[in-house]
């Protein structure tokens, strides 16, 4: 079946450093990939997404691209700042081949801490 | 302000006790879903729903329920609750449940079943 794996955490960093966390997938077709963030305390908010192969999606300095060939979709930003201390989630949306169920798929997270 | 709302927050009780965890959505989003959050494991998937009074279960749907009267609301029910259902729940909307479609989540709610 369809599966998400992330690196494992924590991953320590000091301020202005370079980040990647690492997300490898296993699906059928071509799903659409997402990276979802967890503050303290709070629910999931997207982060990125790419729909296709190839495609790099970005925001807020992060940037991740979509790589077929590979089967990954590293998360990276340039420097890192303490407010970017969170939990991580890669994910990927199911292609139903005869019915869509919109579920996604979620690596185990990783979760960044950053320090001054 | 778009928003997925969760009620409540925190819950204690024990086991058997039948309990139910409201979810509304101010996006009139045509999909719901449940998720449960388990510490290793990420999200997994409980029960959804395309629309209005169709639903169909996720990954994990034993001991849950879930009803789709009204498009903006979907309740989680346990109907009588076990200690493995400790854990931090999520409800997740988005406007068709395409592929492509980004999903919006509420704040969660964290269950202790004792």
């Known amino acids: 079946g369809n599966s998400v794996t992330q690196m494992e955490g924590p991953v320590t960093l000091s301020e202005e450093a370079f980040l990647t966390i690492n997300c490898t997938y296993t699906a059928t077709g071509y799903p659409s990939l997402f990276w979802y963030v967890q503050y303290p305390g709070e629910g999931l908010q997207l982060l990125l997404k790419?729909?296709?192969?190839?495609d790099k999606g970005s925001n807020k300095g992060f940037e991740a691209t979509y790589r077929k060939e590979t089967t990954s979709f590293h998360l990276e930003k340039g420097s890192v700042q303490v407010s970017d201390s969170a939990v991580y989630f890669c994910a990927l949306s199911e292609v139903g081949s005869s019915s869509n169920t919109g579920k996604l798929i979620f690596g185990q997270g990783t979760t960044l801490q950053v320090k001054p | 302000e778009a928003q997925v709302t969760q009620n409540p927050r925190y819950l204690i009780t024990v086991t058997g006790k039948k309990l139910t965890v409201t979810c509304s959505q101010n996006?009139?989003?045509?999909?719901m879903s449940w998720y449960r959050q388990d510490p290793g494991l990420g999200l997994r998937q409980i029960y959804y729903s395309m629309n209005v009074e169709v639903t169909d279960k996720g990954d994990v749907p034993e001991g849950y329920k879930v009803s789709r009267k009204e498009k903006r609301n979907f309740p989680l029910i346990l109907e009588s609750p076990s200690p493995n259902q400790t854990s931090l729940y999520f409800c997740?909307?988005?406007?068709?449940?395409?592929?492509?479609?980004?999903?919006?989540f509420g704040p969660g709610t964290r269950l202790t079943v004792l």
């Open positions: 996006m009139n989003h045509e999909y």
């Open positions: 997740a909307s988005s406007f068709g449940g395409l592929y492509t479609d980004t999903q919006y």
């Open positions: 790419a729909t296709k192969a190839d």
